[in-house]
């Protein structure tokens, strides 16, 4: 069964604007991570918060993280071209072996 | 620095064949995984290890098998695929250090007729 669901599962907007995508998730966790899939590649982590954070940046990405809610959102600022691809959360749960349960993913449209 | 390097890229196979994929990572990282990823369902845990000699179930494990007998390998074998194997199926490590990320293969694409 998928842990995180996330919301829209497509987005399309224009060059210059923000992107957020959302993740929700079920169990006590770790931590979550973001990763991106270009096509036809493997995933790429972007960014990781910990349980006992709320907010974290890395250059134009924001992370937060309500664990009340079990809720998680990504925003990416000033979206480019280049930031066309599927973007999925992935929860760490808290047994052993980091084994990260993947949502569906949000699939990001930047055109010009 | 090659990452995690998956082979084959693709393959057919017909029902009831047998295959391995093979996955090979250079950064010394203990833990492994293999992943299939299926339209509309994200990623399924099949398989992992977390070091060589070990391997774990996943969510999905029934019709495939595994092995790690070097640190930097690790293999899914399908004994007799099954139409319901088609996916694209990822390979993933990790370091041990806790809250460290997954590098990931660029995957294998696999079709059963």
């Known amino acids: 069964s998928q842990q995180g669901e996330e919301d829209p599962q497509a987005l399309s907007i224009q060059e210059g604007e923000n992107a957020t995508m959302n993740c929700s998730y079920k169990t006590s966790i770790n931590n979550l991570q973001w990763y991106r899939q270009n096509s036809g590649r493997g995933l790429v982590h972007l960014i990781l918060i910990r349980s006992n954070e709320r907010e974290k940046h890395s250059g134009r990405l924001r992370v937060t993280l309500d664990t009340s809610k079990k809720s998680s959102s990504l925003l990416i600022t000033a979206s480019r071209a280049a930031d066309t691809a599927s973007y999925f959360c992935a929860t760490d749960g808290t047994g052993t072996a980091s084994k990260l349960t993947f949502g569906t993913g949000t699939r990001l449209q930047v055109t010009l | 620095n090659a990452g995690v390097t998956q082979t084959p890229k693709f393959r057919v196979l017909k029902t009831g064949q047998s295959m391995t994929l093979l996955c090979a990572q250079d950064m010394n990282h203990e833990y492994m995984y293999w992943y299939r990823q299926d339209p509309g369902m994200g990623l399924r845990l099949i398989h992992y290890?977390?070091?060589?000699?070990?391997?774990a179930k996943g969510e999905v494990p029934d019709g495939y098998n595994v092995s790690r007998l070097k640190k930097q390998n690790f293999l899914l074998g399908l004994e007799s695929a099954a139409p319901s194997q088609t996916s694209v199926y990822f390979c993933?490590?990790?370091?041990?250090?806790?809250?460290?990320?997954?590098?990931f293969g660029n995957g294998t694409r696999l079709t059963v007729t």
């Open positions: 993933a490590s990790k370091d041990r250090v806790w809250n460290s990320p997954l590098h």
């Open positions: 290890s977390v070091g060589e000699g070990t391997t």
